[in-house]
């Protein structure tokens, strides 16, 4: 089984910059593709970036290209999510999740089996 935890959730102000960590642990996640998803009140999760298990790849959703970056660590199996130039729209609660063993990089939720509990991201105007 694979746990995974997000951190580094918070307030912040319209234009600010945020980081997440997702740490993962139990079975290995190398050979996983790992993603970010985000879910705002009333609105279904939704794929925000993702990142294949070579690391060379990452496709990411329109509303977020070129302001978030993920990246992966192979040694530490971190995952994490650089989020510039952030705006009101960018509030949810985020949540970091993985797929099954050899699971190719997919924007769908029902394509990933391991999930984080969340964590909330509050972008003021």
């Known amino acids: 089984q694979v746990h995974l935890v997000e951190s580094g959730g918070g307030l912040v102000q319209a234009g600010d910059s945020l980081t997440l960590t997702c740490a993962a642990s139990?079975?290995?996640?190398?050979?996983?593709?790992m993603g970010w998803f985000r879910q705002a009140p009333g609105k279904e999760r939704a794929f925000v970036a993702g990142i294949d298990s070579s690391a060379r790849v990452a496709n990411y959703a329109d509303s977020v290209k070129d302001r978030f970056t993920i990246s992966r660590d192979m040694t530490s199996s971190a995952v994490t999510l650089q989020m510039d130039s952030l705006i009101p729209e960018d509030t949810a609660v985020y949540y970091c999740a993985a797929s099954a063993d050899g699971g190719l990089l997919s924007h769908f939720p029902s394509d990933y089996d391991a999930w984080g509990q969340g964590t909330q991201i509050t972008v003021s105007s």
């Open positions: 139990g079975r290995p996640v190398s050979s996983r593709t």
